[in-house]
Structures are given as structure tokens and as C-alpha cells.
């Protein structure tokens, strides 16, 4: 299945296609294989099994965490980074709107984080995107990542340890705007409901 996925664009169609994992049953990190079983995902997994289509084709499988500011009441979200031309775009499973898939526009990672921040804020319009990791390869864990039958809490802790870097300058978020209401009313409209049994 994951050699059908050729390109990021397919890669990305698949993931919008697959129901959220809104993680009913708690918490969960699945690999590649487990939610091709399950058929959900969440940003993560969904990030991993873009990482592991890309790698298929010869791409190296990066990932990278973006973060929001503590305690906010905001969660982080995770993508897979592909390149083409010099340019950097993203995949994304996501449940919102708008933090979604990202076109090979961008020329550095720095670029590419920032074109989510005006859309990445909490129902009140606070925005709340603080920082991008250093890409995450993938390569690093060999390969037994993407059949695991248990959870990927390793993947997690490593982006949670990697170097992190500011978007905001020193002293500017201040200056921030919050979104305004017809955001937030684009902002409040989700893919999957939770009450859908398919999540």
C-alpha cells in the first residue's frame, strides 16, 4: 500500500482520506503498520507513515515537531518534510482546517514553520506556535519502527529532546494579534467529529 503513495501529494490525499484518531481508548504513538491496520492516524502517526512512503521512494524519512507555548492549553503537531527543488514542503494529518499540507515553496525549515503560525491559535484567538525541532531521521531507529506492534513512545521522547527554535523574536509576542472571529469560526470546523464511530 505505502509503495502506491509515489509522490507527496498521494501521500497526502491517503492521510485526509484516513478518519482521525482522536486516541478514545487513551493515548497512542502506532507505527506505520498498525494504523494501515487500525485505518486512523493522528499527526504523528500520520507524519510516521509519510516518512515511511517517502523513504520507499528513496527520500530521507524527516520529521519535524512543531510547539506550541506551554502552558496555553495548546498541544504540539508533528509533520513529514519533503524536498523538491531546494524547497521544502510538508505533509500533515491533521483534524483543522488549515495546519495542513504544505507545497515545496519554502527554502529553509524556518520558512516553512512560519507559515503555519497565523493559522495555529486556540478557540479564544490566542496563537500559540512557539518553536520548530530539528528534523527527526527517521533512519536513526534502522526500521523495525514501521511494523512495531507497540507504541512509538522513543519517537516521541526524541523530538521532545531535540533542539527547538524560536519563531518569535525576543520581546514581539506582544505585538501578536489574536485571530479574529471569522478565523476562529473557520478554525472551529474539524474534519472528524469525535462522535464519528470510524474515529
Given at each position: 500500500?505505502l ?22 481508548g ?7 503498520r ?26 530521507r524519512?524527516l520529521i ?5 507555548r ?11 518534510l ?5 524547497h ?7 483534524n ?9 515553496v519554502?527554502?529553509?525549515l524556518?520558512?516553512l514553520a ?18 520548530y ?12 519502527w ?6 512509538l513512545?522513543?519517537?516521541v521522547?526524541a ?8 519563531l518569535?523574536p ?11 472571529p ?9 474534519e472528524?467529529?469525535?462522535?464519528d464511530?470510524?474515529t
Amino acid at each position: 500500500m505505502l509503495k502506491q503513495l509515489s509522490t507527496p501529494i498521494k501521500i497526502q490525499d491517503f492521510l485526509d482520506a484516513l478518519p482521525m484518531n482522536h486516541e478514545k481508548g487513551g493515548d497512542t504513538y502506532r507505527s506505520p503498520r498498525a494504523v494501515l491496520r487500525e485505518g486512523k492516524a493522528h499527526c504523528i502517526e500520520g507524519a510516521l507513515v509519510a516518512a515511511a512512503a517517502l523513504w520507499l521512494r528513496g527520500e530521507r524519512p524527516l520529521i519535524m515537531n512543531l510547539s506550541a507555548r506551554l502552558g496555553r492549553g495548546d498541544v504540539d503537531h508533528v509533520i513529514a518534510l519533503y524536498e523538491r527543488g531546494g524547497h521544502f514542503g510538508a505533509i500533515s494529518k491533521t483534524n483543522h482546517a488549515v495546519l495542513r499540507f504544505r507545497d515545496p515553496v519554502y527554502r529553509t525549515l524556518r520558512e516553512l514553520a512560519l507559515s503555519y503560525f497565523n493559522e495555529w491559535f486556540l478557540p479564544s484567538g490566542e496563537k500559540t506556535l512557539e518553536c520548530y525541532s530539528k528534523p527527526l531521521d527517521m533512519h536513526r531507529f534502522g526500521t523495525g519502527w514501521i511494523t512495531a506492534e507497540r507504541d512509538l513512545q522513543e519517537v516521541v521522547d526524541a523530538l521532545s529532546v531535540a533542539p527547538h527554535y524560536d519563531l518569535v523574536p525576543k520581546g514581539n509576542w506582544r505585538y501578536v494579534r489574536a485571530a479574529d472571529p471569522m478565523e476562529r469560526k473557520a478554525g472551529l470546523c474539524p474534519e472528524w467529529s469525535k462522535s464519528d464511530p470510524r474515529t
